[in-house]
């Protein structure tokens, strides 16, 4: 017998791993490298097996189909296929993972469940789709859907590989690196750019002499033997006849019949790897020993109190001091201001600025001396006034 696992859904499975003892932390840095959906479906394949099982047994991986905005054209035109566009795709030969099977293990044949399907296939006329002009988010979805299951057959590596590759498929981007992550905009941003680069709006008087062209153009390019001698193409009517009205899934079989020639296969570009910033938690808590970050947060929660209501015996001369010549400074700004006397208000405004600089610079000095010592309350107390000061 073996044990059935219940499907985890991902916001449990998440919280698990964020719990979990001994689990290494991620920073938010390089968490905003990773998609969510990334993660979760990493953690389920490498971690649950049985879950993985659940999931996908007997239909396999069926998720909704995104529902993505179509390629709009202005009043009186029409969306046609871009001939100066090369259709590309990265697709998906590096997302193959193997989970063993228990129920079917062979102890006498113990390789027997290695050998792995794969689905490549699958993903170059997956993006050939998203880059066919006219094509819906939907029709690429089931297509790809309809070829991984006709190519794994139930096989649970197979179909787990065609999970990671539908959620892999699209790679860090560098305009993403500032963005919060947004799973609505990650489902289209493949097809919108798709159908950005392969659309071009035409007349609609000219829409049918603008398909021929195209047609032309690729027999020209991938089989010269459709076009008669004058380079028109053979059987005209009888295109139009099974084609009218669904252009697009024309162009889309042809580039998919001849992909071999027609589409351009290209290397995924990785993001390059995570710098955290000079002053981060990483660096006040180097060496700290398990469980020390928890009572850290304390401290730091402690020393958040201390910084907003300050004792007599809390406060630090130089601070003090510090806190005296910025206000008088800030007064005398803001004095020149209301007398309009800026070139007043401006040699204020860099003192200031001086000012600041050189208390910061005496603040993380005395902030890595304090980590030195091992005073964390003095050091996240400090560092808090550092942020505070940065902000002016």
Same mark, same amino acid.
């Given at each position: 017998?073996?044990?059935?696992? %219940?499907?985890?859904?991902?916001?449990?499975?998440?919280?698990?791993?964020?719990?979990?003892?001994?689990?290494?932390?991620?920073?938010? #840095?390089?968490?905003? /490298?990773?998609?969510?959906? #990334?993660?979760?479906?990493?953690?389920?394949? =490498? =971690?649950?097996?049985? =879950?993985?099982?659940?999931?996908?047994? #007997? %239909? $396999?991986?069926?998720?909704?189909?995104?529902?993505?905005?179509?390629?709009?054209?202005? !009043? $009186?035109?029409?969306?046609?296929?871009?001939? !100066? /566009?090369?259709?590309?795709?990265?697709?998906?030969?590096?997302?193959?993972?193997?989970?063993?099977?228990?129920?079917?293990?062979?102890?006498? *044949?113990?390789?027997?469940?290695?050998? @792995?399907?794969?689905?490549?296939?699958?993903?170059?006329?997956?993006?050939?789709?998203? @880059?066919?002009?006219?094509?819906?988010?939907?029709?690429? /979805?089931?297509?790809?859907?309809?070829?991984? @299951?006709? +190519?794994?057959? $139930?096989?649970?590596?197979?179909?787990?590989?065609?999970?990671?590759? !539908?959620?892999?498929?699209?790679? &860090? !981007?560098?305009?993403?690196?500032?963005?919060?992550?947004?799973?609505?905009?990650?489902?289209?941003?493949?097809?919108?750019?798709?159908?950005?680069?392969?659309?071009?709006?035409?007349?609609?008087?000219?829409?049918?002499? %603008?398909?021929?062209? *195209?047609?032309?153009?690729?027999?020209?390019?991938?089989?010269?033997?459709? =076009?008669?001698?004058?380079?028109?193409?053979?059987?005209?009517?009888?295109?139009?006849?099974?084609?009218?009205?669904?252009?697009?899934?024309?162009?889309?079989?042809?580039?998919?019949?001849?992909?071999?020639?027609?589409?351009?296969?290209?290397?995924?570009?990785?993001?390059?790897? &995570?710098?955290?910033?000079?002053?981060?938690?990483?660096?006040?808590?180097? $060496?700290?020993?398990?469980?020390?970050?928890?009572?850290?947060?304390?401290?730091?929660?402690?020393?958040?109190?201390?910084?907003?209501?300050?004792?007599?015996?809390?406060?630090?001369?130089?601070?003090?001091?510090?806190?005296?010549?910025?206000?008088?400074? @800030?007064?005398?700004?803001?004095?020149?201001?209301?007398?309009?006397?800026?070139?007043?208000?401006?040699?204020?405004?860099?003192?200031?600025?001086?000012?600041?600089?050189?208390? +910061?610079?005496?603040?993380?000095?005395?902030?890595?001396?304090?980590?030195?010592?091992?005073? &964390?309350?003095?050091?996240?107390? +400090?560092?808090?006034?550092?942020?505070? /000061?940065?902000?002016?």
């Amino acid at each position: 017998s073996r044990a059935v696992w %219940a499907p985890a859904p991902p916001s449990a499975l998440l919280a698990w791993w964020q719990s979990a003892p001994g689990t290494m932390k991620v920073s938010k #840095g390089v968490a905003g /490298h990773l998609q969510p959906e #990334g993660l979760l479906g990493l953690l389920a394949a =490498l =971690l649950c097996p049985g =879950l993985v099982e659940s999931q996908f047994g #007997g %239909a $396999g991986y069926t998720p909704p189909a995104p529902i993505c905005p179509a390629f709009k054209c202005a !009043d $009186g035109e029409m969306a046609v296929g871009n001939p !100066d /566009h090369q259709i590309w795709s990265y697709g998906c030969k590096d997302s193959g993972m193997n989970i063993l099977n228990a129920a079917s293990f062979d102890p006498n *044949n113990p390789y027997a469940n290695m050998g @792995q399907k794969s689905v490549d296939k699958c993903c170059v006329e997956r993006d050939i789709c998203k @880059q066919t002009c006219g094509m819906t988010s939907k029709a690429c /979805h089931d297509n790809f859907q309809k070829c991984s @299951q006709k +190519i794994c057959k $139930g096989d649970q590596n197979c179909q787990l590989q065609a999970m990671m590759s !539908d959620i892999m498929s699209e790679p &860090y !981007d560098d305009e993403d690196k500032d963005k919060k992550y947004d799973p609505e905009r990650a489902k289209c941003k493949g097809y919108n750019r798709g159908q950005q680069e392969s659309c071009r709006c035409v007349p609609k008087k000219d829409f049918k002499s %603008a398909v021929e062209s *195209n047609l032309k153009g690729f027999y020209s390019k991938f089989n010269s033997e459709k =076009l008669d001698k004058k380079g028109d193409i053979k059987d005209k009517d009888e295109v139009w006849k099974k084609w009218k009205g669904k252009e697009p899934d024309m162009f889309m079989a042809l580039a998919a019949k001849y992909k071999s020639k027609a589409v351009e296969i290209r290397q995924k570009p990785k993001p390059p790897p &995570y710098k955290p910033p000079a002053d981060t938690d990483f660096e006040d808590t180097a $060496g700290t020993a398990p469980g020390e970050d928890e009572s850290m947060a304390a401290e730091e929660a402690t020393a958040a109190d201390s910084e907003t209501a300050p004792t007599s015996q809390d406060v630090d001369p130089e601070e003090a001091a510090f806190d005296q010549k910025l206000a008088a400074i @800030q007064a005398k700004k803001q004095k020149a201001k209301e007398e309009e006397d800026y070139d007043a208000a401006a040699d204020a405004k860099e003192e200031a600025a001086d000012l600041i600089k050189e208390e +910061i610079a005496r603040l993380n000095s005395k902030k890595a001396k304090a980590i030195e010592e091992e005073d &964390y309350l003095e050091a996240k107390r +400090i560092k808090m006034r550092i942020q505070k /000061h940065s902000e002016l």
